[in-house]
């Protein structure tokens, strides 16, 4: 029972990852070698490595984090644009500010995802691009409309609720929040507060609920968004 996916003899598309986290560059590498329309081209750690890549042939699609120890994947972004123009460029990062996201688009970033993104789904992700489509994370596609708000003048009525939402978590919350956006990990989180992990997750469970998020990047970011965390 043959189910090819593409009847025609349709080329693998070709992609580079240039990401710090070995393990999560392990876990993405190894479903884009599993995916039988895709084929890893090369793959990179640092920023250094991953501009050296770019002085070889053309991928399809290049994946990026910003986030690398020595320099900023933007950098990257911006010498695939120029050494490979027809190659079509994806970041995967943890940063969902504003700035750099807006920074990333303009240096020629068509897609924009958040690690929350499963490798497997990042694979969909990576087929959507490479036939034309600009995948972004919601939270992400938010914060742009967000930015054409911006030109309207702000009522007062726009500006109430965020007054409002600094009850909306407790204070143990949002205390595991901070706690949260300082990179800790819920064990690490537990020990600081004296709780057990399972206590730290239902507060998670709950500032998720509170936030209407599903994911940490999305809990951040809502929170920062109604002031909630300061910085």
Request: proline share 5%; aromatic share 4%.
């Amino acid at each position: 029972m043959n189910s090819p996916i593409n009847s025609s003899e349709s080329l693998p598309i070709h992609v580079v990852i240039v990401e710090d986290d070995p393990g999560f560059r392990a876990a993405l590498s190894k479903v884009v070698q599993d995916a039988p329309d895709m084929h890893l081209s090369g793959s990179a750690g640092t920023r250094a490595e991953g501009l050296a890549l770019l002085q070889g042939a053309p991928a399809d699609v290049l994946l990026v984090d910003l986030g690398l120890p020595d320099g900023s994947g933007i950098d990257v972004i911006k010498a695939a644009v120029l050494l490979w123009p027809s190659c079509s460029i994806m970041v995967s990062t943890n940063f969902g500010d504003e700035t750099h996201v807006m920074r990333s688009i303009e240096s020629g970033a068509a897609g924009y995802l958040l690690k929350d993104s499963s490798p497997t789904r990042m694979i969909d992700e990576i087929r959507s691009i490479a036939s034309g489509g600009s995948p972004i994370s919601p939270i992400i596609a938010r914060q742009i409309l967000a930015r054409f708000r911006t030109s309207a003048p702000v009522t007062t009525e726009e500006q109430a609720p965020a007054e409002d939402n600094s009850a909306l978590l407790s204070t143990r919350e949002r205390e595991v929040l901070d706690f949260i956006s300082k990179g800790f990990t819920t064990q690490e989180i537990a020990k600081l507060m004296q709780l057990s992990h399972f206590t730290v997750r239902t507060f998670v469970r709950r500032i998720y609920s509170k936030l209407k998020v599903t994911s940490k990047a999305e809990a951040l970011y809502e929170a920062r968004t109604q002031g909630l965390l300061s910085s």
